[in-house]
């Protein structure tokens, strides 16, 4: 079975930083593309950023410098560091593993960006 489980959400100020953690099981980690999604209110599901087997990195110019996403195969973890948080930054995050045809999807955090 497989599972994706996020953790690290929460309320953050304007300006400030948070990691958010997503620890997998039931899948090779070390082979699946990573990736970190974020949905608000009345809006669509959007890429925050990506990271493949081999460690490349796409971000979308609204958090590129801001956000890095990381993993650990030893641990069956990727991360998303977020740094000068946003308000627009304020979302469900979802974490996501895409191999070939395989898609799979955490429960998603909670991040709000209030002072």
């Known amino acids: 079975q497989v599972q994706l489980v996020e953790s690290g959400g929460g309320l953050v100020q304007p300006g400030g930083s948070l990691r958010l953690s997503c620890a997998a099981s039931?899948?090779?980690?070390?082979?699946?593309?990573m990736g970190w999604y974020r949905q608000a209110p009345g809006k669509e599901r959007e890429l925050v950023a990506l990271?493949?087997?081999?460690?490349?990195?796409n971000y979308p110019d609204s958090v590129k410098g801001r956000f890095t996403i990381s993993r650990d195969n030893a641990k069956k973890t990727v991360y998303l560091q977020m740094n000068t948080v946003k308000p627009e930054d304020m979302a469900v995050y979802y974490c996501?593993?895409?191999?070939?045809?395989?898609?799979?999807w955490g429960q998603g955090t909670q991040v709000t960006v209030s002072s």
């Open positions: 990271i493949t087997s081999g460690g490349s990195t």
């Open positions: 039931g899948i090779a980690f070390g082979i699946w593309t």
């Open positions: 996501n593993a895409e191999y070939k045809f395989l898609l799979y």
